[in-house]
């Protein structure tokens, strides 16, 4: 008994040192843009998924706008970015809009879809490394 498990502990631990590399490389930096004064534009950028897109909404709103209460409303979902031509975004809303729902999904492609900006700001640990730059060029860690 004793063989097998000092077998395994030998092949697994050279593989341990190297996933700790590459949780530590995840980095996501991720640009949002104010477009007036209850609504943003998260841009997807370094393979960022919903998740993320709503982390960075949830860092924005609380770190940058100074919001920690009230829900986070999708106005317009993932598509050709309003503020960086070229690019996909999510327009995000600090305001209630037309058909909101709430959703437990992450998704950030229906408009209207709803979360508190405390869940959207607690999705960041999942994403320790996440960093939002704005629009002044200031990088925004949580």
């Known amino acids: 008994m004793l063989k097998p498990l000092s077998l395994a502990v030998l092949i ?10 590459f949780v530590r490389r995840e980095r996501f930096t991720i640009p949002v843009n104010q477009i007036d004064a209850t609504s943003f534009e998260v841009i997807e950028a370094d393979g960022a998924g919903g998740t993320q897109l709503w982390c960075a909404a949830g860092l924005y709103t609380r770190n940058v706008l100074g919001q920690r209460g009230g829900d986070l409303y999708i106005q317009t979902g ?9 690019r996909k975004g999510v327009v995000f809303s600090t305001q209630p ?8 999904s992450q ?4 408009t209207g ?26 990088l925004v860690r949580r």
């Open 113 to 138: 879809k709803v979360f508190s900006m405390t869940h959207a700001f607690s999705l960041c640990r999942d994403a320790p490394f996440l960093r939002v730059r704005t629009s002044d060029n200031r």
């Open 12 to 21: 697994t631990l050279p593989t341990l040192g190297h996933a700790q590399d």
């Open 107 to 110: 998704g950030v492609r229906r």
């Open 97 to 104: 809009v037309d058909g909101a729902f709430s959703s437990f």
């Open 78 to 86: 993932r598509g050709d970015a309003v503020t960086a031509p070229g």
